[in-house]
């Protein structure tokens, strides 16, 4: 037979599949209105694995694992399908639902906001940029801002998640499991790196160059050009204080033009590092959750099994929902044998129906689940 006739017996095949799986998903849609009246989970891990387990066995072995990718796209596609019937509840959910009842609120112009480090550090810059009339406190630390906020010390704290250029700031991962709080808004904020001294020192001197260990994971390749000694500072602003305040020729510091200029340092190099496109993500938090208007981004957190196929699984559920996944971060969990914490953003709306029926499911499936924050991201 000719390529062409046996393009025309897959044609009639799929038509005939396309008849099956409308008339599998009006079942599955009939499952799914019988699991909301018993208040059953859309997913049933274990069912899924039984039906693979027996339609493998009716083809060969080379045939096998394909069956069993073929169901698991199925069984994702039936999984939404019957969640636009089943009204799943949660805690998170019935939150949501209480303030979205209440309405969705106008972002502030002015806060009170916890930074870590000083002034002239990119925390600084993030801020202003969130809210045109603030007054910011400084902490030495990022758990000072996580518990400043806890505490109502400030109303939001203002912190870098992660960088285009070094990757994701894991301290503030690792705190996140430690403490209360809910994300309102994040921000991108340009990074210009400098290389800065103390006036009259000359770069043929320069032993030494101070700076946060994101900047210096950011400036990496002139670091090595230039053959200098790494020394970590808490932030960029605080590195450029501290050289001003030592006086030391050999040392020079990483960080931003106008956080040298502020220092009265001198500016032997501009734009030093390695990416032209170097951008921090800062995110805001404030205590309880909060909705403010034009919510597009979702973050939460969550524990998963030791089974094989629970990240897929978890991940099949926003691609059948044609929900996109921005960013995905794990974390050890203390005092555990490879236990991981998992981190998620996704572009979505609580507002949504058919996503917060979802944070239900992914809350009543996991003791560990924390929705982080529903917000606006400012490019």
Known sequence: MDLISLREQIDAIDTKIVELYKERMEVCKNVGIEKAKSNNNVLDANRENQIIYRLSSLVDNDLKLYVKELYEVMF????????????????????????????????????????????????????????????????????????????????????????????????????????????????????????????????????????????????????????????????????????????????????????????GLEILKKNIQNSASNYTRFICIKKDLTLYKEGQKISFMTSLSHTPGSLSRLLSRFYSLGLNLTKIESRPIENSDFDFMFYFDFEGSVEDATVRTLIAELQNSSENFVLLGSYKEIV
């Open 76 to 263: 994702s596609t039936s999984r939404a399908y019957q969640s636009k019937y089943v009204k799943k509840e949660s805690e998170t959910v019935k939150k949501i639902e209480e303030l979205l009842e209440k309405g969705v609120l106008d972002f502030p112009v002015s806060a009170t906001v916890a930074c870590q480090g000083i002034e002239g550090a990119n925390s600084m810059t993030a801020t202003n940029k969130l809210f045109p009339i603030n007054n910011i406190t400084y902490f030495k630390n990022f758990e000072g801002v996580f518990s400043a906020v806890e505490k109502g010390f400030c109303d939001f704290g203002v912190l870098p998640i992660e960088n285009s250029t070094a990757g994701s700031v894991l301290e503030v991962y690792d705190l996140m499991k430690k403490y209360n709080f809910s994300i309102v808004r994040s921000v991108r904020v340009k990074i210009d790196h400098c290389l800065a001294v103390i006036k009259g020192a000359k770069l043929s001197e320069v032993k030494n160059v101070l700076s946060h260990s994101q900047a210096l994971k950011q400036c990496s390749n002139i670091i090595k050009e230039l053959k200098l000694n790494e020394v970590l500072a808490e932030n960029t602003a605080v590195g450029a204080r501290s050289l001003v305040e030592s006086g030391d020729k050999v040392t020079a510091v990483i960080c931003s033009e106008d956080c040298a200029n502020a220092y």
